[in-house]
C-alpha cells in the first residue's frame, strides 16, 4: 500500500533533521552540476611517519594472517579460535583507533583501512569481527563519550579482554533505522531507563562486554519518542542472550547474536551522546563501517583477481590457457578497473574523515554500494573462470562468494540506499526548483518574479543556470580527454535533475519514484568514482620515480586499469542519462504487481 502524503511528510521531516546542515560536499555539489575538485584534488597520501606505521601494522597483520588464519577451519566450524582472536590482540589490531591517551594507537582512518584491507583480503569473518569491534563499536564511545564515559570503557577494549558490539537492528528496525522499537522509560526519580526489547542480527552482539543500544526515550514534542544510545554490559539484571551464534550462509565464524532486555535498568550516565540524538549517533558511527567496506572489499577483490588470473593462465581448455580467450580476459579486466576504483574511492572517503571534513555521508554510501556490488560481480565472475572446480568446498571461492553476498545487505541495504542518495543529493537542487515551479504552475509568477527566483538559486550555487562546464583540475596531459569528458558529464547530470523533477509534478512522486531514484543514484556513483580514479591516476602519472624521471617506475597495470574504469563507467553514466526517457519502467511494474496480486 502507498505511503500517504502524512506519512511522506513525516518521513522527510525525519530526514531532514538527519542530514541537516549548510555544507556541501563533493557528491551533493555533482547534484547541482558543480565539480568541487579541490576537495578530492591532489590525490591524499599519508605522511611518511604515518606510513611508515600503517605498513609496518599490514606486514605484521600480512604475516600473521598467513601463518595462523586458517579460512577453511573458521568456516567450518563456525567460530574464529581464540587463538587468532589473541594473535591480533597481541599484535594490537583491537587498539587501532582508540586514542594513545587510553592505550591505543591514534590510528587516522586511512592508516586503520590499510589493516581492514589486509583482513579483508585473507577472511572475511575476521575483518568483518575486528571492523564491528572498531568501526560501530569503539567508534561511537570514541565520538561521542564524555571524557569520564571514555576513562571508564575504553580500557580493556585496547588488549581484546574486551569486545564491543554496535545493537541497532530490531525485528522492525533494519534497513528503517528509525523505527527502533525497543523502550528506555525513565525511571520515576530521573536517575536511570528501564530497557525493553529485542535486537537481532548483532555482530559480536552475544559475545561483546559493552554494547551500545539504541532505544526509543519519550519526547514531549514527538509522541512516538526519540531515539537515544545507550551504553550498557551484559551483566545488568535483564540482559538476556536469547542466540549467540546464529548459523549463517557466509561470514560463518563472526558470532550474530539475539539479545533480549526485559525491565534492564541502565544508569542515566550511560547514556551516549545527546537524549533523542541516538540515529545521528547511528549514522555517524555507520558512515565509518561503510568507508570500511571500501577496504576490504578492495582486499577481497585483490585475491579474487590473483585467483582469477592465475588459474586462467594455469588452466588449458581447447588447447590453450584459458588467459588467451577473451570473454575470460573481460572478467579480469572488470576485476581489475573496479578494483582500482574501489581503493581510491576508499582512500578519498578516509582522507574526508582524517581531515574532519563536514559533510561525507553521501561519499561513504555511495562507496559502500559501488564496493559490495562489484565485489559481487568479480566474485561470481571469479567462479565462473574456475568452472566446476571453484564450486566444490575444498577450495575458497565458493565461500568467498557467500561471505560476499551480506556486504549489499548488511550497514544498510543498497537498495535503500540507492534511495538515500538519490533523495538526499536532490534535496538541494530540489529545493531551488520548488519555489520558482510552484509559482509558474500557480499562475503566479512575472517577468519580475522570475528573475528574482533565478537571481536567488543563482546565489545558492545552481551553476548550471550560471556557469559552463566544471574543470577538472588534473595535472597529466594523458588525462586531459577524460577530465572533459567528466567535467561535461557532471554539468549534464545537473541539467538533467530540473527536468526529472519536473516530470514529477509533486515531491509525493518523486519520493516515491524509486526506479528514477536508482538511475539518479547510479549516475552520482560513477561520477563520484570517476572523479577518484582521476585524482589517484593524476597522482600516479605525475608522481617523480625513484629514477628521476616523471612517470613512475612501473605504473602501466594500474593506469590501464583506471582508464579503462573511466570508459565503463562513462558508457553506464550515458546509458541512464537515455533510460530517464527511453525506459520499461511501466511495463516492469505492471508485470510486478500482477504477480504480487497472485501470491
Not at 526485559?262 to 550516565?269: H, S
Request: net charge neutral.
Amino acid at each position: 500500500m502507498a505511503l500517504t502524503a502524512q506519512q511522506i511528510a513525516e518521513q522527510r521531516k525525519d530526514v531532514e533533521e538527519l542530514i541537516a546542515g549548510p555544507d556541501v560536499g563533493f557528491a551533493k555539489a555533482l547534484f547541482f552540476g558543480r565539480f568541487k575538485g579541490e576537495l578530492l584534488f591532489p590525490y591524499p597520501t599519508l605522511p611518511a611517519d604515518k606510513q611508515q606505521a600503517a605498513d609496518e601494522m599490514t606486514a605484521k597483520v600480512r604475516a600473521f594472517a598467513d601463518a595462523h588464519i586458517d579460512h577453511m577451519k573458521i568456516d567450518r566450524d563456525a567460530r574464529i579460535p581464540d587463538s587468532v582472536v589473541k594473535g591480533l590482540a597481541d599484535l594490537g589490531a583491537y587498539k587501532l583507533t582508540i586514542p594513545p591517551e587510553f592505550g591505543g594507537l591514534g590510528f587516522g582512518q586511512q592508516q586503520y583501512l590499510k589493516t581492514m584491507e589486509v583482513l579483508g583480503g585473507h577472511d572475511a569473518s575476521v575483518a568483518v569481527f575486528v571492523n564491528a569491534h572498531h568501526s560501530i563499536g569503539v567508534r561511537a564511545l570514541t565520538l561521542f563519550g564524555t571524557k569520564e564515559q571514555q576513562a571508564k570503557w575504553l580500557p580493556g577494549l585496547y588488549d581484546g579482554t574486551k569486545l564491543c558490539a554496535f545493537a541497532l537492528t530490531e525485528p522492525e528496525a533494519g534497513s528503517d533505522a528509525g523505527n527502533v522499537q525497543t523502550t528506555a522509560t525513565p525511571t520515576e526519580d530521573g536517575s536511570a531507563y528501564v530497557l525493553n526489547g529485542t535486537k537481532h542480527y548483532i555482530t559480536n552482539g552475544g559475545i561483546a562486554h559493552i554494547l551500545t543500544v539504541m532505544a526509543r526515550t519519550p519526547d514531549p514534542k514527538n509522541p512516538k519518542g526519540k531515539v537515544t544510545a545507550f551504553l550498557v554490559t551484559p551483566d545488568m539484571p535483564g540482559f538476556e542472550v536469547l542466540v549467540e551464534r546464529a548459523e549463517k550462509c557466509g561470514i560463518r565464524g563472526t558470532a550474530t547474536g539475539k539479545i533480549r532486555f526485559t525491565n534492564m535498568r541502565v544508569p542515566k550516565e550511560n547514556i551516549l551522546g545527546q537524549i533523542g540524538r541516538g540515529l545521528q549517533t547511528a549514522l555517524t558511527v555507520l558512515n565509518y563501517g561503510r568507508v570500511t567496506f571500501g577496504a576490504t572489499c578492495t582486499g577481497h577483490a585483490k585475491a579474487c583477481i590473483k585467483a582469477m588470473t592465475e588459474h586462467a593462465k594455469s588452466r588449458k581448455q581447447f588447447q590453450q590457457p584459458l588467459s588467451e580467450f577473451h570473454l575470460v580476459q573481460k572478467k579480469i579486466a572488470f576485476a581489475a578497473a573496479h578494483c582500482f576504483a574501489m581503493e581510491a574511492a576508499t582512500n578519498e572517503c578516509a582522507a574526508f574523515i582524517d581531515k574532519g571534513a563536514p559533510d561525507y555521508m553521501l561519499e561513504t554510501a555511495i562507496l559502500k554500494v559501488f564496493a559490495t556490488e562489484h565485489l559481487w560481480t568479480i566474485v561470481n565472475d571469479t567462479l565462473q573462470v574456475w568452472g566446476g572446480k571453484g564450486y566444490f568446498s575444498d577450495q575458497p571461492i565458493e565461500r568467498w562468494m557467500r561471505d560476499a553476498r551480506i556486504n549489499t545487505i548488511g550497514e544498510g541495504a543498497n537498495d535503500v540506499l540507492k534511495a538515500f542518495i538519490a533523495v538526499v543529493g536532490s534535496k538541494g537542487p530540489g529545493e531551488h526548483l520548488k519555489t520558482l515551479r510552484d509559482d509558474m504552475l500557480a499562475g503566479k509568477w512575472s517577468l519580475r518574479k522570475l528573475g528574482q527566483s533565478l537571481g536567488v538559486v543563482g546565489k545558492l550555487a545552481a551553476p548550471w543556470l550560471t556557469v559552463g562546464t566544471p574543470a577538472v583540475p588534473v595535472k597529466a596531459f594523458e588525462l586531459r580527454d577524460d577530465s572533459e569528458v567528466l567535467g561535461r558529464l557532471t554539468r549534464e547530470f545537473g541539467l538533467k535533475l530540473p527536468h526529472v523533477f519536473m516530470a514529477a509534478k509533486t515531491e509525493e512522486n518523486f519520493a516515491q519514484a524509486e526506479l528514477v531514484h536508482e538511475r539518479i543514484a547510479d549516475i552520482a556513483i560513477d561520477l563520484y568514482v570517476s572523479a577518484c580514479v582521476l585524482a589517484r591516476l593524476d597522482h600516479l602519472l605525475s608522481k617523480p620515480a625513484t629514477n628521476g624521471t616523471a612517470t613512475p617506475a612501473d605504473p602501466y597495470a594500474d593506469v590501464t586499469a583506471g582508464k579503462y574504469f573511466l570508459e565503463l563507467a562513462f558508457r553506464r553514466i550515458r546509458e541512464r542519462f537515455a533510460a530517464f526517457d527511453d525506459n520499461d519502467d511501466a511495463g516492469l511494474l505492471e508485470t510486478a504487481k500482477g504477480m504480487i496480486a497472485k501470491f
